[in-house]
T-cell receptor, first 116, second 114 residues
Framework: KAGVTQTPRYLIKTRGQQVTLSCSPI?????VSWYQQTPGQGLQFLFE???????NKGNFPGRFSGRQFSNSRSEMNVSTLELGDSALYLC???????????????FGSGTRLTVV | AQTVTQSQPEMSVQEAETVTLSCTYD???????LFWYKQPPSRQMILVIR??????QNATENRFSVNFQKAAKSFSLKISDSQLGDTAMYFC???????????FGAGTRLTVKP
């Protein structure tokens, strides 16, 4: 069974540009969440999607957005990049309902975004 | 808001010995779940163990066990017979019942020395 796949693995962008990150969840998992990981702030919840709808949202500016497709794949977009957006972006998937509580999230290996 | 605190930024242990990582959390919820995740240099977060708040029995997974003290809001991880492959960042996480917003602590970097 394939795991959670995130692409690309590494990305370098310039301030002011925008970026799109991709996440393919485990087959059958309908919930996809995104986290930002930095040395200073640790792991911070960005948002969660289920059935193409954003169900939960963390405390990030509107420059951070996402979407989910009918096959549960998800994309995350960051517009007008700032130096502080440099981070590891982790995608996590889970079965819905009691699945997350029972099994926890399954994480991808992340996309390392560097803004220069 | 729920907060998770890991007070030990770094720890080390000799191979084959036992080590305990601390975690405390703050919540007014009565029904919730707690997790320990491991993040090796490969970056992928791996679930180590989980605990349901309404279960008094401490969870155990092979060499990993927890000491869950609900009244004290404490959730420590004990690793027995430490192995070199246990070297990683360990994160404690909290999740309310029926809410997929999982909150993580700052992490503890564990080094297992040969």
């Amino acid at each position: 069974k394939a795991g959670v796949t995130q692409t690309p693995r590494y990305l370098i962008k310039t301030r002011g540009q925008q970026v799109t990150l991709s996440c393919s969840p485990i087959s059958g998992h309908r919930s996809v969440s995104w986290y930002q990981q930095t040395p200073g702030q640790g792991l911070q919840f960005l948002f969660e999607y289920f059935s193409e709808t954003q169900r939960n949202k963390g405390n990030f500016p509107g420059r951070f957005s996402g979407r989910q497709f009918s096959n549960s794949r998800s994309e995350m977009n960051v517009s007008t990049l700032e130096l502080g957006d440099s981070a590891l972006y982790l995608c996590a998937s889970s079965p819905d309902g009691q699945g997350l509580a029972n099994y926890g999230y399954t994480f991808g290996s992340g996309t390392r975004l560097t803004v220069v | 808001a729920q907060t998770v605190t890991q007070s030990q930024p770094e720890m080390s242990v000799q191979e084959a010995e036992t080590v305990t990582l601390s975690c405390t959390y703050d919540t007014s919820e009565s029904n919730y779940y707690l997790f320990w995740y491991k993040q090796p240099p490969s970056r992928q977060m791996i679930l180590v163990i989980r605990q349901e708040a309404y279960k008094q029995q401490n969870a155990t997974e092979n060499r990993f066990s927890v000491n869950f003290q609900k009244a004290a809001k404490s959730f420590s991880l004990k690793i027995s017979d430490s192995q070199l492959g246990d070297t990683a960042m360990y994160f404690c996480a909290f999740m309310k019942h029926l809410n997929n917003d999982m909150r993580f602590g700052a992490g503890t970097r564990l080094t297992v020395k040969p």
